[in-house]
């Protein structure tokens, strides 16, 4: 029987959450809640980020007093389903020890390496929040396809991982066609903050080595952070300043309409980047994305040479000579760029994640396989 009350806890709410909010609404109408356990700080606030903690009547605000907070743990534990993300565990203490059928979901565990299971305090808070209740009606949904192998590597949730992720806003396109036709060939966009895990140098790096081999080639860096100064200097030294511009921060309105016009969308994460909601948004937008193999989505949502191109940060030269085929290639780029939105249209957002997620809740309680093999809630088991 599909749950008719499900409960979601996370700090607050944010935009690349609401979407999936919104559709388990349409499914489950007052049966849906998600409880935020904290306000935004001041700090994302000024990053652009909004307060939506009050934005919507399926929102219980669990901080504001002490009603709320009891509220919140009630419904923790009368729920037929509850979903847990960055929430105090006072929420699901008591449903876990009744046994009751409960998702956390979690990017990897070990993003600075796999060398951190050995620091005992790690691999004590693991132990408490994973493996102890590794028997238990306990699921991960992994929002990293890194997320199921750390899992088995501290022998936690046998059996019971499955894709994830974040679900930002889906924008559909009457004419995907005519927007890819809209594109200025050439034009490479590159979103997020500055800060070392993002290597911003990366993609003017480049721009440098296209410009170099004749490519007529523009990048424009939307965001803000601690490497601003240096990544202008950069700039400044390669003399890249006809091409290469910093935008700052802009409105994520903004962002997605700059999406729309950039032919190439680059996204050189390292391993510490969880997930990466802008690779949703950039393959929504039909960018051809070049991405780092290592950021959480990649796995997921590309498919190196059918809607993307996945590159090897290791590996020196690999993320010019991703750039290059697409550029050398406009038939093969057209083909990925709509095969990217297609992924996004087709598979990968909210509508499909919320109704998967109730059939899984489904299959878990009844013990019945997952109908699903790629996509939202798909089983993911492999090595």
């Known amino acids: 029987m599909l749950p008719k009350t499900v409960t979601f806890y996370s700090n607050f709410l944010v935009l690349h959450q609401t979407p999936f909010c919104e559709a388990m609404v349409r499914l489950l109408g ?6 935020a356990t904290e306000s935004i700080s001041a700090e994302r606030l000024a990053m652009g980020y909004v307060d939506l903690n009050h934005s919507a009547s399926y929102v219980l605000n669990a901080y504001e007093t002490e009603e709320a907070h009891q509220k919140a743990l009630a419904i923790g534990l009368s729920s037929d389903i509850v979903i847990i993300g960055s929430a105090p565990e ?51 949904l992994c929002s990293s396809a890194y997320t199921a192998s750390d899992c088995r590597m501290i022998c936690s949730y046998p059996k019971k991982t499955y894709r994830w992720g974040y679900f930002p806003p889906l924008r559909r396109y009457a004419d995907i066609d005519a927007l890819i ?29 296209l410009r170099a081999n004749g490519y ?13 100064k240096a990544v202008e200097t950069l700039i400044h030294q390669y003399g890249l300043g006809d091409c290469v511009h910093v935008l700052g921060y802009l409105s994520s309105e903004a962002v997605r309409e700059r999406m729309e016009q950039a032919d190439l969308f680059l996204f050189t994460s390292d391993r510490n980047e969880g997930w990466g909601a802008v690779m949703n948004e950039s393959m929504n937008a039909a960018c051809a994305v070049v991405a780092n193999r290592e950021i959480g989505s990649v796995p ?11 590159y090897d940060r290791k590996k020196r030269g690999d ?15 057209r083909k990925m760029q709509k095969n990217a939105y297609r992924t996004v249209a087709e598979l990968w957002n909210a509508d499909v994640a919320a ?8 299959c878990v309680t009844e013990q019945t396989p997952v109908p699903f093999t790629e996509g939202p809630c798909s089983p993911d088991f492999s090595i």
């Open 30 to 35: 007052d049966g849906f809640t998600f409880v």
């Open 90 to 140: 006072e929420y699901v203490a008591e449903r876990l020890r009744q046994n009751r059928p409960t998702f956390r979901y979690a990017e990897r565990f070990f993003k600075q390496g796999r060398w951190k299971i050995l620091h005992p305090m790690y691999l004590y808070k693991r132990y408490m929040l994973d493996i102890r209740h590794r028997k238990k009606n306990l699921y991960m």
């Open 181 to 209: 036709a809209r594109k200025k060939p050439g034009s490479i966009l590159w979103v997020a903050r500055l800060i070392a895990l993002k290597h911003p140098e990366d993609a003017i790096e480049t721009a440098r080595q």
């Open 216 to 228: 007529a080639v523009t990048l424009d860096l939307i965001g803000d952070g601690k490497l601003r």
């Open 300 to 310: 997921y949502l590309l498919r190196d040479g059918e809607n993307g191109r996945i």
């Open 319 to 333: 993320l010019v000579e991703k750039v290059k085929s697409l550029l050398d290639d406009p038939v093969a780029k």
């Open 355 to 362: 109704e998967r997620l109730l059939k899984l809740c489904d």
